[in-house]
């Protein structure tokens, strides 16, 4: 029973001690930490936002129709003299931002990966001489993939006395990986990480199909 007591109020006492480290901390610092336990900007706006029967504004934002514009289903509003600002997204293309078609970003990525010039290793000739492989085996597909994720298992690819068993869209994220690091741009690099984000399984899907056919 003793030692129960101990514990209990060991823990009493670890719980005083973070409250007072909390109170320590000003907001900013405070939101800082919860950022780096994982929180999440959808999280903030749930805590902020109201829903569109809570809040005329919200309700007749919503109500105006436009098919570049969505709503989260808590929306935060920002009140003005006369009205008030609600909290939206706005879709950009990318070509609207600059960002240029996936087939082209990836050229550009295997010409900067191709010049790096200390001496590459043979991890990285082998990465990018498989890259090379799949863009020129789908060259004509890539900026259009579309259909139904599924679950693929890696490709083989060979070139020369080398192979590889990987996913095209590991491949993709290995070369940017160290592309970035050795300069290239980070825009292009967002976008392509980006494109596999949302089109990897899709890249793995058709390039399992040409591979496994051409074999």
């Known amino acids: 029973m003793n030692r ?13 001690n973070l409250v007072q480290s909390l109170r320590a901390l000003d907001a900013k610092q405070l939101l800082q ?67 240029p078609e996936p087939s082209v970003m990836l050229d550009e990525l295997l010409r900067f990966a191709s010049s790096i010039e200390q001496p590459q290793s043979m991890r990285l000739q082998m990465v990018r001489g498989a890259m090379a492989q799949v863009m020129e085996a789908l060259e004509d597909e890539l900026d259009q993939l ?3 994720a599924r679950e693929v298992s890696p490709v083989r690819i060979e070139f020369g006395p080398y192979a590889l068993d990987i996913l095209p869209s590991d491949l993709v994220i290995e070369v940017v990986s160290t592309a970035r690091d050795q300069g290239f741009s ?21 390039a399992a199909e040409r591979f496994v056919a051409a074999a």
């Open 4 to 16: 129960e007591i101990a514990v209990h109020r060991s823990a009493e006492a670890d719980a005083l």
């Open 33 to 99: 930490a919860a950022i780096e336990r994982g929180l999440t900007f959808g999280e903030c706006i749930n805590a902020f936002g109201v829903m569109p029967e809570e809040n005329a504004f919200v309700s007749a934002a919503q109500a105006v129709p436009d098919d570049d514009i969505e709503f989260d289903d808590r929306t935060v509003v920002a009140r003005s003299e006369r009205g008030a600002f609600v909290h939206c997204w706005h879709f950009v293309p990318n070509a609207a931002a600059g960002i």
């Open 186 to 206: 980070p825009i292009l690099a967002e976008a392509l990480l980006n494109w596999i984000e949302h089109q990897g399984n899709l890249l793995d899907q058709l």
């Open 146 to 148: 579309e259909g139904v």
